[in-house]
């Protein structure tokens, strides 16, 4: 029968092209994004337990999913809005290059969306309103009528909102059961990762894509300020970040000790990389550029496994 396969079969042409199609859409979704979410979303899992105290693991798993999810649609869909700059910014992302159609990452976009509501079925029922509030903050950063993407305050205002509901989501999902409230180093961590993704991780990505945000019309910080200044910024936000994190471990007497030093770690390579970017700016490729954002997502990797291992 046609299309019927056997273990000593090729595997049948439309299940290939299936397969290709999803690669190129967990490609355009940043599977380093989607990677840094699911360690914040098991941040608020394990920031919101005593050590001694484990959730029931399906239900952290089912909960992560959705959540996970709900970040692919997001960021699939901005993809598919984000064509013009990104083909002059030089990227390399499968919609850019012509890889993956717009039409077809917009189809797997809105079905990642459902499915995403679909999966908290049976949790927590505020994870409906976090799941379903994450994907009209995706959508409204992304999409017509005015995408927020195209201003400096709508870019901080989605990233902060989104970022907390990440750990938020974790914390709803460990605690269903004992209605707890979040404890003092959940509440230090977040705040100090949400003022790290807007406070340093916005200026580091601005630094590769001034050409195509400028072209698109965006007012970024980079298109504002221009390359020195924004990596400036970046560099005194993220000393003045660590040292608030310092004071905040101290006085609350946060369990973060090992957070804290690995993002002493991460900020000092960040200056480290934003020093590089001032001083030759003018012979930067875009991937040189881009090495201030490539160890800001590095750091927030570190932070966020140091915080869940240190807490499990």
Same mark, same amino acid.
């Given at each position: 029968m046609p299309g019927k396969w056997t273990p000593s079969a090729p595997f049948p042409a439309d299940v290939l092209a299936g397969a290709r199609v999803v690669a190129l859409c967990l490609a355009e979704a940043r @599977?380093?994004?989607?990677?840094?979410?699911?360690?914040?979303? $098991?941040?608020?899992?394990?920031?919101?337990?005593? %050590?001694?105290?484990?959730?029931?693991?399906?239900?952290?798993?089912?909960?992560?999913? #959705?959540?996970?999810?709900?970040?692919?649609? %997001?960021? $699939?869909f901005n993809g598919v809005t984000d064509i013009t700059e990104d083909r002059i910014n030089g990227s390399g992302r499968p919609i850019a290059r012509g890889g993956l159609s717009p039409g077809t990452a917009t189809a797997v976009a809105a079905g990642a969306a459902v499915l995403a509501l679909v999966a908290t079925v049976?949790? @927590? +029922? @505020?994870?409906?309103? %976090?799941?379903?509030?994450?994907?009209? $903050?995706?959508?409204?950063?992304?999409?017509?009528? #005015? #995408?927020?993407? +195209?201003?400096? +305050?709508?870019?901080? #205002?989605?990233?902060?909102?989104? +970022?907390?509901l990440s750990y938020l989501a974790g914390f709803t999902v460990a605690t269903a059961d004992t209605g707890g409230v979040a404890p003092t180093g959940l509440i230090v961590f977040a705040a100090t990762a949400t003022c790290w993704m807007v406070m340093v991780g916005v200026p580091a990505k601005d630094l590769s894509d001034i050409p195509g945000d400028a072209a698109a019309g965006r007012r970024t910080v980079g298109v504002l300020l221009g390359e020195r200044v924004s990596s400036r910024l970046m560099m005194v936000a993220a000393l003045t970040l660590l040292a608030a994190f310092c004071v905040a471990v101290v006085i609350w007497e946060a369990r973060l000790a090992g957070v804290l030093a690995a993002m002493a770690a991460g900020v000092t390579a960040v200056v480290a990389a934003g020093t590089r970017v001032r001083v030759r700016a003018a012979e930067q490729e875009r991937g040189a550029r881009r090495r201030p954002y490539k160890t800001f997502m590095a750091t927030q990797h570190l932070v966020h496994i140091t915080a869940v291992l240190s807490n499990i």
């Open positions: @599977p380093s994004v989607l990677a840094v979410s699911s360690l914040r979303y $098991l941040t608020g899992v394990a920031l919101a337990l005593p %050590i001694t105290s484990l959730a029931e693991p399906a239900r952290v798993l089912q909960g992560g999913l #959705a959540w996970v999810l709900s970040i692919f649609a %997001i960021y $699939l049976g949790l @927590p +029922g @505020p994870m409906s309103w %976090i799941i379903a509030v994450n994907l009209g $903050l995706g959508y409204l950063y992304s999409g017509p009528p #005015a #995408a927020l993407k +195209g201003s400096s +305050g709508g870019t901080v #205002a989605v990233l902060v909102l989104s +970022g907390l």
